[in-house]
């Protein structure tokens, strides 16, 4: 796979290790791009749209629903698959998120297994969708 065809990934959290476990998990197969706060991943969509977002909830200033908030503010960034990563298992933020549009919720601490196959089912899902958005074009 050449540089330019792999698919960018956009990961937030404010926890540096968590940064890096994505990074190694997922750097071989896909182009990760870092973040370690809301604010500066508003900044890097700015410049550039990932092919999806990994967004820890418990950040500050901004936390990760705040940061879900303004990008799903954006009509260029709306369509952004998004996945939540969190060690808190409090179902009214799950709702929450979910009420944004995200696509999966991970919990912390994960396998290098689940981030994986969860990043691939999002970008395979995501393949479905245009094929048969093109096939519906075609007809």
């Not at 998990?25 to 550039?48: H, Q």
């Not at 912390?108 to 969708?129: A, H, I, N, T, Y």
């Amino acid at each position: 796979m050449s540089g330019s065809t792999k698919k960018c990934i956009l990961a937030v959290d404010d926890t540096a290790v968590i940064l890096t476990r994505i990074m190694e998990v997922l750097g071989n197969d896909y182009e990760v791009v870092t973040a370690n706060s809301g604010a500066r991943a508003m900044k890097f969509l700015k410049e550039r749209k990932p092919d999806l977002i990994l967004l820890d909830i418990k950040m500050s200033p901004m936390n990760g629903i705040e940061t879900l908030q303004a990008i799903r503010g954006r009509r260029d960034l709306e369509d952004i698959p998004v996945i939540m990563l969190t060690g808190v298992e409090d179902k009214e933020t799950v709702m929450e998120s979910a009420k944004l549009g995200i696509c999966d919720y991970i919990l912390k601490p994960f396998s290098s297994g689940e981030l994986d196959k969860r990043v691939f089912r999002v970008f395979e899902k995501e393949r479905q969708k245009r094929l048969e958005a093109e096939k519906q074009a075609a007809e």
